[in-house]
């Protein structure tokens, strides 16, 4: 029994040297008692600086390109700036816009008065225009509230443009606007007032019909009569100004009107829109909504319609006295920008009797004017005026467009427009285009009766601006059409970055480990030792264990377990 262990030891040391193998050993162990953090940014056993710099940047960039791709940073900065408060763009914008805010007026000459009055022609009409004028304007007197809201008044200065313009001291034949406004509303008095009215008429107006003014004086104010006694002796609330002129009230420093607005602090559903008119929530020309209503845009601002969800937007002109619907047609592009074209509302100038919202539009009438007019006497001191679009472009009725001459209705020229970018609810471009024109009701009144009744034009006016300031433009374009595609490029950009940058330090780390110099020098050993495994002194592996096996079985006295005997015991 002893015999034979000391055979099995011998073995299995000759086996060893034949085969190659390595003695056991209880050397250093590859695995260290170090988390894998430390592993990532230590070598040798020392936190390297370098690499914890570059892990904890790399850890920093996942961690911002992951919030930078999840949570509407972008959208969050855009509010800040496009709310309104001092300081922000939006308000820097809004209380001085800096745009190029032109006011065209077109008359409409009259060329056969003979012809009219005393051989029954149809008046003829010749468009003389434009009169440019651009308006300087700023917000005065500006006061936030903590409301959410902010008020202001408008300074506004008409400059006339002669460069874009027609010559301005060119005399224009025009009804006389005065005269017939009495005379059409005679026919309510008593006749002994009748008589008595048509007695002074004759002695101040003796063929007075139609007038001969300046584009100027017809927009801001000329001398006349009856103007003249009604300013002096009207009561205050009704009295118009001391002198006849269209657009008088536009063309002055400060105007009277104190408009009150939502900044975007409480509801972006009412960004831009008027919360107060003179501190009133409706229009008094009108008694009942959606006539009286205020909720509209100034036109700086509107409503995101991201936020809304609505096709129509609001607008408000103190000229006519109402807001106007304005309704999404298609998106286009202006300056790169994506953009919503709006144009009026099919209902904006229905007949009260046809559609019923406009019914307040003519209170106290058992028929209301007919489609394409608006009646808006009760904010012109009561003067028989009446709106409609250029050159009665959209109106279908002959006995409107057929009784004069010289209209020709057009779409590209007549048709009013707001290209709004619906994201910002900032408008690129804005044209108001309305005709003003007078209702005539013939009467027995010597001055006037050889007037018949008639929806008389007097001049159609253009306002609005077509380009904003190029800083502007910028933003816009960078908060609407950059940021949507170059956000997410710099996340997942910075994602990546991060990403590659713990990737890499990984990597450093892994090879650091793996790849020693002992493990290295460990491996080429064990590759030398599996290739030279099968010759031993020369001969194949497999004969030396086939003779070592043939020779224990001649001698019985050694273990079958022996398989190579020790040639020194032997």
Known sequence: MGLTKQYLRVGQSTRNRLFGVAPLSRGPSL????????????????ISHGRLAVVVLGILALTLGILMSTLPW?????????RLWNGTLSYYYWRQPGVVRLTKVFVFNMTNVDGFLNHGQKPKLDEIGPFVYREDMEKVNIKFHENGTVSFQHNKILRFVPDLSVRRDSKLIIPNIPLLTLTSKSASLPHIMRIALSMGLKTLYRGQEFTSVTADELLFGY???????????????????????????????IMNDVETIYTGHTDMKDFGLLAKLNGLDHLPYWDSEPCNSIKASEGSFFPPRETTKEDVVHIYDKDICRIWPFKYRYDMEKNGINVGYYTLDENTFTSGDKYADNKCFCPGRQECPPDGIQDISPCQFDAPIYTSLPHYYGVDNPEITDVVEGLNPNKEKHEPYIKLQQKLGVPLEVLIRIQLNLKVTQSNLSPTKKFPSMYFPIMWVEEGAEELPDYLIRWIYLSTTLSPWLVPICSYGIIAFGALMILSIFFRAYRKVVFTRDNIERGKRKILRRGSSFFVNGQHRLLIIRDSYTLLQNQPEIAETSLIPDPEIS
């Open 31 to 46: 695995r260290e008692d170090r988390t894998p953090l430390q592993m990532l940014v230590s070598e040798q056993g020392t």
């Open 74 to 82: 972008v959208d969050w900065l855009i509010l800040k700036q496009l």
């Open 223 to 253: 001398e006349e009569q009856l103007i003249n006694l009604a300013h002096r002796f009207y009561p205050r609330g009704k009295r118009p100004p001391a002198k006849m002129g269209l657009l008088i009230g536009r063309n002055t420093s």
